[in-house]
């Protein structure tokens, strides 16, 4: 089992920034591939980016490249979402999860292909 818990979401105003964290615990050796996703009211859960943390190799929704950075610790067992530039549309419940599949870039993104997820943190953006 793995026990995921995320921190550091908030309340900002379009164009500010916020530092989402993901602390893992447990059986970490399930956290090969770890990403980040978001569920706006009434929409699907979406994948905003990813990380394979034995090789570092990130991957990224079109909607935040250039905005967002996915990184990691790995002696705190703690992957980290840099947002910035944010955008209201950014707006949403942010989930952590892992998975010890070896996903690649095709599979990043899928929801299904992950095993263990958080509780979620709330990023709300004001225009």
């Known amino acids: 089992q793995v026990q995921l818990v995320e921190s550091g979401g908030g309340s900002v105003q379009a164009g500010g920034s916020l530092r989402l964290s993901c602390a893992a615990s447990?059986?970490?050796?399930?956290?090969?591939?770890m990403g980040w996703f978001r569920q706006a009211p009434g929409k699907e859960r979406e994948a905003v980016a990813g990380i394979d943390t034995g090789g570092g190799t990130t991957y990224y929704a079109d909607s935040v490249k250039g905005r967002f950075t996915i990184s990691q610790d790995n002696a705190k067992n703690t992957v980290y979402l840099q947002m910035n530039s944010l955008k209201p549309e950014d707006t949403g419940l942010y989930y952590c999860a892992s998975t010890a599949r070896n996903l690649g870039g095709l599979y990043w993104a899928g929801t299904e292909e992950y095993d263990y997820w958080g509780q979620g943190t709330q990023v709300t953006v004001s225009s």
């Open positions: 447990g059986d970490t050796y399930n956290c090969n591939y």
